[in-house]
């Protein structure tokens, strides 16, 4: 059974930075696309960015220079470092892990607060 657990959310100021963790259990972590999504109040979830087993990468536009996801897979661990943080950042953040990069074979985790005051 999957289980992913993230850590990491918090308040923080305008401009500042959060490390966001997710740590996977009960899986083969090199078959799965690990990603973060998020979902703010009244919103739609959506991508933030994802890493596929090699090690690429994809941003959504709103955190493309602000954002970097990255992955251990000794650990079984993705990461989402966030910097230069806006307010608009605020959302609930969401693990997820794509058995073998698709999105119908997704798994979530419970999700972690990100607040970003002005």
């Known amino acids: 059974q999957v289980q992913l657990v993230e850590s990491g959310g918090g308040l923080v100021q305008a401009g500042g930075s959060l490390r966001l963790s997710c740590a996977a259990s009960g899986i083969v972590f090199s078959s799965y696309l690990m990603g973060w999504h998020r979902q703010a109040p009244g919103k739609q979830r959506e991508l933030v960015a994802d890493?596929?087993?090699?090690?690429?990468?994809n941003y959504a536009d709103s955190v493309k220079g602000r954002f970097t996801i990255s992955r251990d897979n000794a650990k079984k661990t993705v990461y989402l470092q966030m910097n230069s943080l806006k307010p608009e950042d605020t959302a609930v953040y969401y693990c997820?892990?794509?058995?073998?990069?698709?999105?119908?074979?997704?798994?979530w985790g419970q999700g972690t607060q990100v607040t970003v005051s002005s």
């Open positions: 890493i596929t087993s090699g090690g690429i990468t």
């Open positions: 997820n892990a794509d058995f073998g990069g698709l999105p119908g074979r997704r798994s």
